[in-house]
């Protein structure tokens, strides 16, 4: 009789402990946020969708190898070269950048190996779509339209809310200054010099 209600104490208290922390959120004060009429707040190193310099990228898909679940997709005509001194590239066209973040962990490792530095985990927590096939996200389209980061729907619509017209206006001052260095790197730049020195080398 003893060892029966041993167990069942044994039990009790276990199952206790398992949902400590649950039953402390039970009776802890609540907080609502009224979202989207309020803004969200994120941490300083919350890892939202991508922020890409697609100017500064060389398209080596380091990136992309080092992506867990191969959600990355990157396309070059010809390879890409930084000059560390002036800061262009120069080389083939980025032909597409995308990400599928259907797919996405957000688990920030394709920034790592990035030699250029060039993407970012960016501040954007909301990407509501109507349906699958717009969670693929063709940053080199986006390139075209001069943006760095892709826009939630939401936000294109007639009127967002007051603190959501602040933050579109931010995203898109990301991308005005390097317009024309984004539309660059959708085209191949040739590189300066290589041409003459082709022409040196194969003599008169
Ligand atoms: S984002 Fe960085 S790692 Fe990825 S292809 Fe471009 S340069 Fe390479
Ligand atoms: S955040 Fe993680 S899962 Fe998402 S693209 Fe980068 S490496 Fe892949």
């Not at 069942?8 to 802890?28: D, E, K, N, P, S």
């Not at 922020?51 to 190898?65: D, K, Y």
Request: charged fraction near 25%.
């Amino acid at each position: 009789m003893r060892e029966y209600f041993r167990n069942i104490y044994q039990t009790v208290r276990t199952i206790l402990i398992g949902l400590r922390i649950t039953l402390m959120y039970c009776f802890a004060k609540t907080t609502t946020v009224q979202y989207p009429d309020v803004p969200p707040t994120s941490q300083p190193r919350f890892r939202g969708f991508h922020h890409f310099q697609i100017e500064r990228c060389i398209a080596c898909e380091m990136c992309a190898r080092a992506c867990p679940i191969d959600c990355i997709h990157v396309e070059k005509s010809a390879t890409r070269r930084l000059d560390k001194k002036t800061g262009t590239v120069t080389g083939g066209a980025i032909l597409r950048y995308a990400i599928d973040y259907s797919k996405c962990l957000f688990c920030g490792l394709c920034l790592e190996p990035c030699p250029t530095q060039c993407l970012h985990m960016g501040d954007i927590h909301d990407m509501t779509c109507y349906d699958r096939t717009t969670t693929t996200v063709e940053f080199t389209e986006l390139a075209k339209q001069g943006l760095r980061t892709p826009m939630p729907y939401w936000m294109t619509t007639a009127r967002p809310p007051e603190w959501a017209v602040a933050m579109r206006e931010r995203w898109l001052a990301r991308g005005r200054e390097a317009r024309e260095l984004m539309l660059k790197a959708l085209q191949e730049q040739p590189t300066p010099g290589k041409g003459a020195d082709q022409a040196a080398a194969a003599g008169p």
